[in-house]
């Protein structure tokens, strides 16, 4: 790490892989270690605020972002960082 | 001129339409993928339409004409992208191309109503060229059932250029935003927007879209999840294979090659054209030429227009719908696990189920995967197993007439070696493979108009591209049966052939046929098979050696001409290796265990 974050900033949120179906977010970020994956993620839409929805998780992992339905693996979940909403 | 296109584009210009110029107004339709953008261009240009390469690439642009008001303008369909800066995919760079060679003078960008989140982050991207734009918020009513609305005439004054709602499958809204045009203006977006589209995007669409949970359309909704869940998605594949199979393998193969051959080539063209060649040509070899047993007309042609057109016109038209439909893509989310065994990713389905139809077509398209590595591993993979849609239909032909048990052993044979030689081209070779991250477009009943435009372009690609190359063929076979070569050629492959694999001496001549196209010597050994000159297993063994075997040489070149000539004839080699080695090994395998159809 190294970088001016605290441990607690950095695991602000939980991962999109970790939601059950059905449940609801708000994106807060997505990491970067991966920019190609980052930039390919952004024009599709899943920026910072991007509301989300669980829609499916086998046997692949499918969401909802805005008003866009996206299929994606489960290593890119993992890079999605939400805060997720009660109900 | 140049003078002419700087005055469009300042802002305090007049607006660009009502004046004269050199060339016709160029409009140039932009937008993210699935929002209707060719409905929007079927609208504006009626019905003459003309689809050309981009300059070096194989992208696709439809161009046509519009009368707008009083002037006749030019208008370009670009691709689908979801953004104009940064890594941009090919399709992406084209359109950016578009917008800053000088080659547009207007700029209509299409948005889906309901994602009007990711268009305007778009829309701030656009800014940046400068040029008149118009911006189409398209599907509107689609977005209502959804609770989407939008305040397009508050947008219209924060981006001060105009916005037309429209339902473009309908034609509601075009006569509106044909009048739009006249009052085109460069986007105004806030210098934030030049540095953070995306985060500007998300504010602007906040303010001027209103979303409220609604109740969709439950058929949509119930089709959308039924067909991307397993449980029904699985049936549901299954049904769709059956009906592509009923139309593709049994309207197309069968009643559509029967009328065709039979009834129109058997009856009419071949017997006049032999009677023609007979009456006005002296020489026998330049009538055999034309009308022999190698004949241009009496095989090429009949090979070409006869057996496989109407093979591949339907395959087309189904997979055109199909893709329209926005099924397709669903499918990738059941093989993503597979894929990726495999080195590729679930998006690799794509180019596989074009390869059902033409593998060299499907090749080319292999452009789309993510990364080197990918392209060289579907690239091979396709050359290796994906049969053709002229090919698959003799091999449900042959052996549907066998036994199921035989066309079973074929498939299981020729996946598990796909699945097998992917598995070690993942391990070995180097580089590495993209994430899989697709967008499901919600199902939508497709425009016929579009999937018969789309249709004819693939149809119009296949005669010009593969027919000359079915009439090289047979001049081909011609010259190497009249000096005797075929018999020198068919001698050489008879240990391979006989020996190895147990079949026929006849057979070593298809599978020279076949290497120019698959489907072609698949033909041959279809007459084989109906003259009684193959056994079950023998049947098995060639069709297996012949769907594993070197592409035809349309596919071949195509290869190189993607992955280079090393790549290319490394391909054919190790391909060839492969498909000879499973075939003695069926071969031996059947003898050993008794094993027969």
């Known amino acids: ?87 | 001129m140049s003078c002419h296109v700087a005055a469009d584009r300042a802002a305090a210009a007049p607006p660009p339409l009502l004046q004269l110029r050199a060339r016709p107004l160029k409009i140039v339709l932009v937008g993210n993928p699935n929002v209707g953008k060719s409905v929007i261009f079927g609208r504006l240009t009626g019905r003459y339409a003309t689809v050309s390469n981009y300059p070096g690439t194989t992208v696709g642009l439809t161009s046509g004409r519009a009368l707008l008001g009083a002037e006749v303008c030019d208008v370009v369909d670009s691709p689908g992208v979801n953004s104009l800066e940064g890594v941009l995919t090919e399709d992406e760079h084209v359109t950016r191309q578009l917008l800053t060679n000088h080659e547009a003078d207007l700029v209509v960008q299409v948005a889906d109503a309901r994602n009007l989140r990711r268009a305007l982050s778009l829309t701030a991207q656009c800014a940046a060229f400068n040029l008149p734009m118009v911006l189409v918020l398209n599907m509107v009513d689609e977005a209502r059932r959804h609770g989407v609305e939008v305040d397009a005439r508050r947008l219209s004054a924060e981006l001060d250029i105009p916005v037309v709602e429209t339902v473009a499958v309908e034609g509601q809204g075009i006569p509106e935003l044909k009048e739009a045009l006249t009052e085109a203006r460069p986007v105004t977006v806030p210098f934030e927007a030049a540095r953070d589209a995306a985060g500007w995007a998300h504010a602007a669409a906040s303010r001027f879209r209103r979303v409220r949970p609604a109740s969709v359309g439950r058929l949509q909704e119930f089709l959308n999840r039924a067909t991307r869940e397993p449980l029904p998605g699985l049936p549901i594949l299954a049904l769709v294979l059956y009906a592509v199979y009923l139309f593709v393998g049994v309207f197309g193969a069968q009643t559509l090659v029967g009328l065709i051959e039979h009834d129109v080539f058997g009856r009419f063209i071949n017997p006049a054209a032999v009677a023609v060649f007979e009456r006005v040509v002296p020489f026998a070899l330049v009538r055999d030429f034309f009308v022999g047993e190698y004949g241009l007309i009496t095989m090429g042609l009949t090979y070409a227009i006869a057996i496989v057109l109407p093979v591949v016109a339907t395959f087309f038209l189904i997979f055109g719908w199909l893709e329209d439909s926005g099924y397709i893509p669903r499918l990738a989310i059941f093989s993503d696990r597979i894929f990726r065994l495999m080195g590729l990713n679930g998006k690799a389905v794509l180019p596989m189920i074009l390869g059902l139809g033409c593998d060299t077509m499907a090749t080319m398209t292999t452009r789309i995967l993510g990364t080197p590595k990918e392209r060289l591993i579907a690239v091979l993979l396709l050359a290796l197993g994906i049969p053709c849609s002229a090919q698959l239909a003799t091999i449900l032909g042959i052996l549907g007439s066998i036994s199921f048990a035989a066309l079973l052993t074929l498939f299981t044979v020729v996946l598990v070696q796909m699945f097998f030689v992917g598995f070690l081209a993942a391990r070995v070779l180097p580089g590495e493979r993209s994430d899989f991250i697709l967008e499901l477009p919600p199902l939508r009943l497709p425009a016929w108009r579009n999937v018969l435009a789309k249709t004819w372009v693939r149809i119009r690609w296949y005669l010009w591209e593969a027919v000359p190359l079915f009439l090289i063929g047979t001049a081909l076979l011609f010259v190497l049966d009249g000096t005797g070569l075929l018999r020198v050629v068919t001698a050489a492959g008879r240990p391979i052939v006989t020996g190895l694999l147990g079949l026929p001496p006849e057979a070593a001549q298809v599978f020279v046929m076949g290497f120019l196209r698959r489907d072609y010597g698949a033909a041959g050994l279809f007459q084989m098979a109906h003259a009684g000159q193959l056994s079950g297993t023998q049947a098995v063994v060639a069709l297996t050696v012949m769907t594993l075997f070197v592409p035809c040489v349309a596919n071949l070149l195509m290869i190189i001409r993607e992955q280079g000539v090393k790549a290319g004839l490394g391909i054919l080699v190790f391909v060839t290796t492969v498909a000879i080695a499973t075939g003695a090994g069926l071969h031996y395998g059947f003898r050993l265990f008794g094993v027969g159809f």
Request: charged content about 30%.
């Open chain 1, 1 to 87: 790490m190294g970088s001016g974050f605290s441990v607690s900033d950095f695991e602000r949120g939980e991962r999109l892989a970790s939601l059950a179906v059905g449940a609801r977010g708000v994106v807060l970020r997505v990491l970067r270690d991966d920019a190609a994956r980052a930039e390919r993620l952004k024009a599709l839409g899943v920026t910072p605020g991007a509301r989300v929805r669980v829609l499916q998780r086998f046997p692949g992992f499918v969401f909802e972002c805005d008003q866009t339905e996206l299929a994606i693996e489960p290593s890119v979940a993992r890079a999605i960082l939400v805060e997720t909403e009660e109900g």
